[in-house]
């Protein structure tokens, strides 16, 4: 017998070859483009930490969301970004907030041809930045925060959001979206829960892109430590028992072994976050020189599927989708 027997070389000797022998693809219905509205801008304004992205006014938001679909992407996240903010938060939940006026203006002009799905969080509308209402002492108050998310919510379906993203991580927050969205008729309102969160040093770009950085103290009271794996598993299969029809992990890269460990423990659709700083390091060190940027762009997503998500959203979604086009049509 020839030595060595087993020869995987065979199936890399060519492009043909390379690509039957594939194991998991990416395409652009693979991809959700995260997009930034802010209220009272006659004009985009780019995002200095986040080169190549923007903060959309209603009309800019508009066209990128139509490209997005064009070239075949799964769907869109929105963050807003209010012109007035206070203690509570309350732009968030206003029939005429930013985001709901973008869902409303969206869903008539593309119906129910894209998928919009809402960011459900306090932290770009509270003047003090935290994911939730404090306490006199400065604590974040869970359930009066619950109490909050649940308004947020079905305002955000009753614009048309098709799903809730939760990404405050207050405990039992699917739950009570879940519950708010049955009591007022949006039982085919989805919630994709924000179940493994990690309090990390990557949202830095999106506090300046969503004008959130908390004004004092941190996260790490209600976002997870990024030391633990098992505990992410527990925050992912207490979302499917409150209800959730679909799972994200966040961030991507940082969190690898936390999506194929989800993905084990769990049926329901996932979906990995790569995140602000995780674009901003990938474009910064390309723009560098240290490598082509579309090359490791692709090679980044196609990790993210390896490791096991359903789902990306990415700052990279469209152009990775213009790249996967240009692919398919040179083939
Ligand atoms: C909170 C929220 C954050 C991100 C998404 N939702 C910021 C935070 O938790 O501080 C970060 C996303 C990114 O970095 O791309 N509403």
């Known amino acids: 017998m020839a030595f060595p027997a087993d020869r995987p070389r065979r199936l890399r000797r060519t492009p043909a ?5 594939r194991e998991t693809r990416v395409a652009a219905a693979d991809l959700i483009h995260p997009a930034f509205v802010r209220e009272g801008i006659d004009d985009p304004m780019p995002i200095s930490t986040m080169p190549g992205q923007q903060q959309e006014t209603l009309g800019s938001l508009s066209a990128a969301v139509a490209d997005a679909l064009s070239l075949g992407c799964a769907a869109v996240i929105l963050f807003g ?48 930045g935290h994911c939730g209402v404090l306490r006199g002492d400065g604590s974040v108050d869970n359930d009066a925060t619950l109490e909050l998310y649940g308004r947020i919510a079905v305002a955000q379906a009753a614009a048309g959001a098709d799903i809730i993203a939760p990404s405050g991580m ?14 007022n008729g949006f039982q085919d309102t989805a919630v994709l829960a924000y179940s493994a969160k990690f ?52 961030p991507a890269l940082t969190a ?21 700083g995780e674009y901003a390091m990938l474009h910064a060190a390309a723009a ?44």
């Open 288 to 331: 560098a020189g240290a490598f082509d940027e579309r090359a490791a762009v692709l090679e980044v997503l196609a990790a993210i599927r390896r490791a096991g998500a359903d789902l990306i959203i990415s700052y990279d979604a469209r152009q990775a989708a213009r790249w996967l086009q240009e692919e398919r049509n040179s083939a």
């Open 81 to 128: 970004i209010p012109e007035h903010k206070d203690a509570t938060g309350s732009q968030a939940w206003n029939d005429q907030g930013i985001v709901q006026t973008a869902l409303r203006t969206l869903r008539q002009t593309h119906g129910d041809g894209a998928v919009l799905i809402a960011d459900c969080c306090l932290d770009e509308y509270t003047d003090h």
């Open 256 to 276: 690898l072994d936390v999506v194929a460990r989800v993905r084990d423990a769990t049926d329901l659709p996932l979906a990995a976050y790569c995140v602000s």
């Open 170 to 183: 207050m405990d039992g927050q699917v739950l009570a979206i879940r519950a708010a969205l049955d009591d």
């Open 199 to 250: 309090a990390s040093v990557m949202y830095g770009p999106f506090r300046v892109a969503a004008d959130c950085a908390p004004r004092s103290g941190d996260r790490h009271s209600y976002q997870m430590d990024v030391a633990n794996q098992r505990e992410a598993v527990r925050e992912a299969l207490t979302d499917v028992d409150e209800g959730a029809d679909m799972l994200m992990v966040k």
């Open 17 to 21: 070859l390379r690509t039957l022998a």
